[in-house]
């Protein structure tokens, strides 16, 4: 146990609270800026499970924030590069690395026999699908989102409102370090919060951050933040969907190009957003409506159109980049 002695002396923590880190088991998705400090710091915590997953591979721009790779690991499935480094900083914990993307066909599954869900995934889809099943499941769920100089970090579901109830509309855009740029730094100040707030958690510490907000500024070094415990949850809602449970009975809009992919269904029309106004197609009363994009955004935007003439179910896919390592 010497390894753990001034972790023990925490008194908030104590022996009691590092054996409860020991027992516990988290899924971390995403292996990238977010998830290396947040694996770093639980896995030396003592943490006693870490199932991680990832579809990516560690690439020559990462470096400068991904702090988990090296070169030597160029080309390597993420998930498996990290799981290696992991075990030769602490060989106690156990890491399941899985080089899959996770979906909503696959969300029950990982999240299966878990104890907290970490957000680390820099995905405007991947975070609503994993709040509502956090939410359904009663498991927490700690979701952050980090572009350019700024980012923040919330602790959501298992008692406390879910990340819809925090972000009900649609964010302006899908921003993500790719498409907006970030500085290495930023990423490791809110994945260091994150990993903060799992060991809140897990070790039982109080007050606990379920229900609380923090916001991280760079540019004049600003820490902000509030509490959203009782903030509601939104009626209208629509949830992300698997590819594969696509009827053919549906309602199904590909917002996407021709240049871009594909029509994701025979059945489906090539509309963008603005066409499914109250003149436009719309389903008829017994169907689902089913809306396609790459990254959610514009299903989430055509959906908020359709809603406000059409009152039946309503289904969002994103299909992610066509360009990507396959599941």
């Known amino acids: 146990m010497s390894r753990y002695l001034r972790q023990i002396a925490v008194p908030e923590l104590g ?63 993420k998930a498996l590069a990290a799981a290696a480094t992991l075990h030769a900083l602490n060989p ?32 405007f889809a991947v975070s609503y699908i994993l709040s509502d099943h956090c939410f359904d499941a009663d498991l ?42 970030v500085l290495g730094p930023v990423v490791g100040t809110i994945g260091t919060l994150q990993a903060q707030m799992a060991l809140h958690i897990l070790g039982r510490i109080t007050p606990s951050p379920l229900g609380r907000f923090i916001t991280y500024d760079a540019q004049d070094f600003r820490f902000g933040g509030f509490h959203f415990m009782g903030a509601p949850e939104p009626e209208h809602a629509p949830r992300f969907i698997d590819p594969c449970t696509i ?48 990254s959610g955004l514009r299903a989430w935007t055509a959906a908020e159109t359709l809603a406000t003439h059409w009152r039946g179910p309503i289904s969002l896919v994103a299909f992610g980049d066509p360009t990507g390592d396959p599941e």
């Not at 021709?258 to 436009?280: C, F, I, K, M």
């Open 247 to 294: 009827c053919d009975t549906d309602f199904i809009v590909d917002l996407r190009s021709a240049d871009e992919a594909p029509l994701a269904h025979q059945a489906a029309l090539r509309l963008s957003a603005d066409d499914l106004t109250p003149t436009g197609p719309k389903p008829a009363n017994d169907q689902r409506a089913v809306l396609c994009c790459r």
């Open 140 to 181: 927490p769920l700690i979701s952050a989102s980090v572009t350019g100089l700024s980012g923040h970090v919330g602790a959501f579901c298992a008692g406390a409102p879910s990340l819809r109830a925090v972000f009900p509309d649609l964010p302006q855009r899908a921003g993500s370090c790719a498409e907006d740029g």
């Open 92 to 123: 106690d914990c156990r890491i399941e690395a899985l080089h899959i993307a996770l979906r909503p066909a696959n969300v029950a599954a990982l999240c299966d026999g878990v104890d907290l869900v970490l957000d680390c995934a820099d995905s």
């Open 15 to 77: 022996a009691e609270g590092h054996e409860l880190l020991r027992k516990s088991h988290v899924l971390v998705v995403g292996a990238g800026g977010l998830g290396a400090p947040v694996l770093q710091y639980l896995a030396g915590a003592g943490v006693g499970r870490i199932r991680l997953v990832d579809p990516d591979r560690a690439d020559l721009s990462n470096l400068h924030r991904q702090i988990l790779f090296r070169e030597d690991d160029l080309g390597q499935p």
